[in-house]
């Protein structure tokens, strides 16, 4: 069973870069991104609406992410979010950062005596 | 960057909320609508879809809530929110909010007053360009200032002044009023960098030629008093001394000279000094220091590198000035001068050497007073506090965080403080402009920049800011902490223990500061009878002195000697007069001499050169008149005239000095070298010319009428008659001056004091510290009191019951008063207890402020022990009685 996968539970600030990998893959309304982050992390990460647009905010004003309203396929009219060149650029950093800190993480957890000496 | 579009984006969101919150329910509802289709797509019916996207979305209003604290705008709502209900809450309980505002008013209004005046008097920089640069620089002789400006190049510009006299002018013609007139170099107004307001200031040109520069710049509120503001006032003609001087420019608004505290009317320049100025033409004089230079020091020149230069400037100078024949005194003098500069940034002040001390320990004081009206605030609120339990423990069941809960209280007590700072605003006007009239020297409102300006209002803001705090954070603290099932179950307030001990424990707090600040009045109010029962050697008593300067009217020599004996006469003539005699200083008048030529005949100069005197030159019957007792020998008469044979008056001291205990009538004194010998006909009392706490020194009296043949060179700058009435002088001043006119119409009488209230002018700081203290004393102890009061009032009220049942069981009415007066006398003792040492340790910075006893003074110490214990059981006592006035019947039936 996954372990209860709540928001709250995510690295602090790993959501903003969730967002912005789903965003930067392409524009989005609100309920298309968190459908989106649940289809890639095959149901791991449920995102709730309480969080997901306080971070849209959050980004929107930082200017890393822009709205524009936009017919649906539904042909219904909502808020579509893409991100912004600076959005792509804090992203990269971003990744690169998490990546190392992740690969430093598993290294820790993975090693044995043996290793150190 | 990202900060600054933060700002922007939150500011934006804050007014044009509405359209920010329409465009989140749009976008809620997409939410809604993608999930609900989502959810049919995927084969749900369309009311199982409605509800599993209804589930997916959470609630809108938290949803909401959250997204609107995602910016910091959200605070600003909140704060709004807690202000609003701060306001509420305290509109609820009106008496409290009287009372805390009252107290805060009063306690920050007087921290302001005091503050404003120390920041006026000791801390602000003269209101000129950058006044960090300039300079006093020592050399006071006005050949040195003119070397200073030719000789050295250490000065980017350097200006003199002769400081503030008073000399008579008239604006329109016949009205000759006393006016407050600084005679300055031409350089005066550049080296401050004050340009004129209307007109022009003085220029370098004005220093060249003595008498030719008859032109003035007058003050702007002298320009507004006089002239009505008129614009066109460049040209007009003023008379100083009967000289007419054209007014040539207006100084800006504030601008009030170098010196703060005295602010000149007009600026002359020094050049004009022998025509406008009675007595002996200073210009003229060149070994005579008077001036006060200023500087603005050239640019990389170093203060150490400037001193050898100046000083070699400065001696060379005056050995130039003196010539090769000079006395060992004056050699001595000019050999050991170092001169040197220090910062004069904060201009000159004798207002400072005066009050600097005065002041900083009121402000120590004032704070204390602060002090105790925070803990009475605070005690206040914690009384609240236990009487909001409920709403407040029902809120905290509700869920509202404890964070938000001491924040919005502590909003409450910022409200509090803002609402007693605005009104501390105007106590601090009134206080202000009540203690500048009353130190300043003839009942005007000083002259001292001290404006209502941003500085002042940063100063409230700070002090109500920390009040708040102060007095806001324990109890706040307080409520947010207790238990709150205990406390919904049971109808007592579980808060009560906490809430007592910290009660208790500012109760305490404050008899001990009460006691300290009781302790400082007493012993300013010891200080003040001590200086009044100082025996001033005359007496001040029915004495008038009166300014009447006949020089000024260009009386001089032998018209002048006609002048003084018909004045004298007809003064006398005047009922209720038994005396009248005159001086060129006299007692009280806060002008002096000093020389150590007047020595007997034949006697050597000691190490360290001759004895110095103080000396005046007097009418006769100055002695009878003024009060000066006799020891021997006789007062002076009409007779001693120039052609009858010199003669001198010493006082006790002198007499020591000089003859060591033999009898000195009929021995006979010199004057320097080759004087006349005068012959020794009195020995008077020494007297403490200039008040109480002057030093009794060694003073000899000169006949006037025989000045001419003593002292021919001895031109008087001015005389003032002394009046001795022979019942309480009560509007003497009409019939003096018709009197005077009538001899001569351009007599005037400049100023007319009586002696009781002269002496009492030299206690005006003991004095002004005195009223202050007190006035702290009483408050600070009448809130201690109040805390009192409110503490013992609040525990009678809580054991009411247990007090029923007591007195139901047999208790009489004494011992139920005894019980709760016991509790006072346990807090009252504490406090006195700690007040004791903080006290002692405190009183000595009053040290060298004090007259007559120790700082440390027992007696006083006792005295304020006993007022303070006294108060405070009276105000145990009130609530006491109230107690064993409990009905148990009804106490146990209500209870």
């Known amino acids: ?117 | 960057m990202i900060a600054s579009r933060r700002v922007a984006a939150g500011l934006a969101a804050l007014f044009r909320r509405a359209r920010g919150e329409r465009e989140l329910d749009a976008e809620l509802g997409a939410f809604l609508q993608e999930a609900i289709d989502d959810n049919m797509r995927a084969g749900m019916s369309r009311e199982a879809a409605v509800r599993a996207a209804r589930l997916r979305l959470g609630s809108t209003a938290a949803v909401k809530e959250n997204v609107r604290d995602a910016g910091w705008e959200s605070l600003v709502d909140a704060a709004w929110l807690d202000v609003r209900y701060a306001l509420r809450s305290l509109r609820k309980s009106p008496g409290f909010a009287a009372a805390a505002t009252l107290t805060l008013a009063l306690g920050i209004g007087a921290t302001t007053a005091i503050f404003s005046l120390l920041d006026a008097v000791l801390l602000r920089s003269l209101p000129v360009e950058n006044p960090e640069e300039l300079v006093l620089v020592g050399g006071p002789q006005y050949p040195v200032f003119k070397a200073y400006k030719q000789r050295t190049h250490i000065f980017a510009d350097l200006l003199a002044t002769s400081g503030v006299t008073p000399l008579d002018v008239e604006v329109q013609s016949g009205v000759r009023e006393r006016t407050a007139v600084s005679l300055v170099s031409g350089s005066y107004f550049s080296t401050l960098g004050v340009r004129a307001s209307i007109g022009r200031v003085f220029t370098a040109s004005e220093d060249v030629a003595a008498g030719q520069h008859p032109i003035a710049v007058v003050s702007d509120a002298y320009w507004r008093r006089e002239f009505g503001g008129d614009p066109f006032v460049v040209n007009r003609i003023v008379r100083v001394s009967g000289t007419p001087i054209t007014i040539v420019g207006v100084a800006p608004r504030g601008f009030f000279g170098e010196h703060v505290g005295r602010a000149p009317d007009l600026w002359i320049p020094l050049t004009m000094w022998g025509h406008i100025v009675p007595g002996r033409n200073l210009l003229e004089s060149p070994g005579t220091g008077w001036l006060r230079l200023i500087g603005r020091v050239q640019p990389g020149v170093p203060t150490s590198g400037a001193q050898p230069e100046l000083t070699q400037v400065f001696r060379r100078t005056l050995e130039e000035i003196f010539g090769p024949n000079v006395s060992a005194d004056t050699r001595r003098d000019i050999a050991g001068a170092a001169i040197g500069f220090e910062p004069a940034a904060r201009g000159v002040s004798a207002l400072r050497a005066q009050f600097a001390r005065p002041l900083q320990l009121l402000m120590g004081a004032v704070v204390l007073v602060l002090l105790i009206a925070c803990a009475n605030i605070a005690n206040l609120l914690l009384a609240r506090a236990a009487a909001r339990r409920r709403e407040i423990d029902v809120r905290l069941a509700l869920g509202i965080g404890r964070a938000r809960l001491v924040r919005q209280l502590l909003t409450e007590s910022l409200v509090l403080a803002a609402i007693g700072g605005t009104f501390g605003i105007a106590v601090a006007f009134a206080g202000r402009d009540a203690l500048l009239r009353f130190i300043s020297e003839d009942g005007s409102r000083l002259a001292v920049a001290a404006p209502a300006d941003a500085r002042l209002f940063a100063f409230v803001a700070i002090v109500s800011l920390a009040t708040a705090i102060l007095f806001g954070l324990a109890p706040a603290w307080q409520s947010a902490r207790t238990r709150i099932a205990g406390s919904l179950a049971s109808r007592h307030e579980s808060g009560a223990p906490h809430r007592h001990r910290l009660s208790s424990l500012l109760v305490v707090a404050q008899v001990a500061i009460s006691l300290v600040l009781l302790m400082g009045a007493g012993l300013f109010l010891r200080t003040i009878a001590n200086l009044r029962d100082v025996d001033l050697g005359f007496d001040p008593e029915r004495l008038l002195i009166v300014d009447v300067n006949p020089q000024a009217a260009g009386y001089q020599g032998e018209r002048a000697i006609a002048l003084h004996r018909k004045l004298i006469e007809r003064i006398a003539s005047l009922p209720n007069v038994s005396s009248v005699s005159f001086a060129e200083n006299g007692v009280l008048s806060g002008r002096d001499s000093s020389t150590n030529l007047m020595r007997p005949v034949g006697f050597l100069e000691g190490k360290d050169g001759f004895p110095r005197s103080q000396w005046d030159v007097v009418g006769p019957r100055y002695f009878s008149t003024s009060g000066v007792a006799l020891v021997s020998g006789r007062d002076f008469t009409e007779d001693d005239v120039a052609g009858s044979a010199p003669v001198v008056a010493i006082d006790e001291r002198m007499s020591r000095v000089f003859f060591q205990g033999a009898d000195p009538i009929g021995r006979h004194l010199v004057w320097g070298v080759g004087g006349p010998e005068l012959e020794i006909v009195a020995v008077v009392r020494d007297v403490k010319q200039s008040g109480p706490k002057t030093e009794a020194q060694s003073r000899f009296y000169l006949p006037y009428y025989q000045l001419t043949r003593v002292r021919p060179s001895w031109v008087l700058a001015s005389t003032l008659f002394f009046v001795r009435t022979a019942a309480r002088p009560v509007a003497f001043a009409p019939e003096l001056r018709r009197v005077i006119q009538s001899e001569d119409p351009r007599l005037s009488i400049a100023r007319l004091e009586i002696g009781p209230e002269l002496v009492s002018r030299t206690l005006v700081q003991e004095r002004m510290v005195a009223v202050l203290l007190v006035t702290f004393g009483a408050l600070a102890a009448g809130l201690a009191c109040l805390g009192l009061y409110g503490l013992i009032a609040y525990d009678v009220a809580r054991r009411t019951n247990e007090i029923g049942i007591r007195m139901a069981l047999g208790a009489r009415p004494g011992q139920v008063r005894a019980l709760m007066l016991r509790r006072a006398l346990v807090w009252i003792s504490a406090g006195v207890g700690a007040g004791v040492p903080l006290a002692l340790s405190t009183s000595r910075v009053a040290q060298n402020l004090l007259f007559g006893l120790s700082p440390t003074d027992t007696a006083t110490l006792v005295v304020a022990a006993i007022v303070i214990s006294a108060m405070g059981l009276i105000a145990a006592y009130i609530p006491a009685r109230r107690a064993s006035r409990v009905d148990p019947l009804i106490a146990l039936r209500v209870g």
């Not at chain 1, 989005?28 to 791991?44: D, P």
């Not at chain 1, 990546?99 to 957890?109: F, N, S, T, V």
């Open chain 1, 1 to 117: 069973m996954p372990p209860d996968p709540k928001p709250s539970s995510l690295v602090q600030g790993t959501l903003h870069m969730l967002i912005l990998k789903t965003l930067a893959l392409e524009p989005l309304h609100g309920y298309g991104i968190g459908v989106r982050l649940e289809q890639i992390s095959k149901g791991v990460f449920q995102v709730n609406a309480g969080s997901l647009f306080p971070a849209l905010r959050r980004l929107e004003r930082d200017g890393l992410i822009v709205g524009e309203w936009r017919v649906t396929e539904n042909n219904r009219r909502a808020k579509y979010y893409a991100a912004t060149a600076q959005g792509r650029a804090t992203l990269k950093r971003e990744t690169r950062d998490w990546e190392a800190q992740a690969g430093a993480i598993a290294r820790i957890l993975r090693a044995s005596l043996g290793e150190l000496s």
